[in-house]
Every structure is written in structure tokens, then in C-alpha cells.
């Protein structure tokens, strides 16, 4: 069990690089809001800054906001973390779970930190109608809630 817990941070540190490495490339080759890379019939890469949360909801306002942004991921990380701690029983599906969510979480904190904002780049659609953009944090902490959500679910049953 306790090689699970090593493991989970090894795939957090993982992704937050993923993460972070993506942004970086985007940051330095694509003006914000104004240039994409066609990447197929359904996929742009393109450069977005997202002061809201998932799907741009409370994009906005004041710095406020941030720091509440900010202190919720905080906060959900270390729930994740205490769950870690106490769980006795850490599957497969729940080392990954745990491990994307933190690496994810982490990607995205370490954005509204230094950027003030996250930054998402990876802009799927279907002729005019596009899937609010997102990055490889969102991606991992997607991932990982539905595998984590699963697995508990069928343990409960």
C-alpha cells in the first residue's frame, strides 16, 4: 500500500510537468486570443487565458476572485492528501485518481500564481461549435475524479 502513496506523487509530478512544459510552448509561440495551429478536422491549438474556472465560468473581475480560486485548490488538495493518508485500501484506480487530480490541481494553481489566470490551449470543435478550451491539468483532474468517483462507487456496492 504504501508504494501506491510514492506512486500517486509520481504521477502528480508527471502531469504538473506535462502541464506546465504545454503552457510554456504555447506562452512563448502563440499570441493570446489570436493565432491557432489546425491540428486536425476537430482539434486547434490555441491560446487562451482563463481567469474563471472550468468552462470559463466566472471568468472576470477583480483579484479577489483569484485568491479564491486559489485557496479552494489548496484546499482541495489537501482533501485529497487526507484522503491519502487514511486510506487503507489504495487500488490502482485510486493511486491514478489521486495522482492526476494532484498533479492537475497543482498545474492550474501554479497558473493563477504566476499568471494570475489559467492559461488552456486545446480547442476541439465540430464545425462552428467549440468545447470550451482546456489544458492537460483539466484533462488529469477530469480523468482522475471520474476513476476516483468509479472506484469508490463499485467499492460501496
Known sequence: MKKNKYITFIIAGVVWCLDQITKWIVIRHLEPYKEKIKIGPLLNIIHIRNSGIAFGLWAGGNSGKQIFFIIFTLVAIMAILYYLYRETRLTLPKTWGCGLIIGGALGNLADRIIYGNVIDFIDCHLGGYHWP??????????????????????ERR
Open 133 to 154: 478550451a482546456f489544458n492537460i491539468a483539466d484533462s488529469a483532474v477530469t480523468i482522475g475524479t471520474i476513476l476516483l468517483f468509479f472506484q469508490i462507487y463499485q
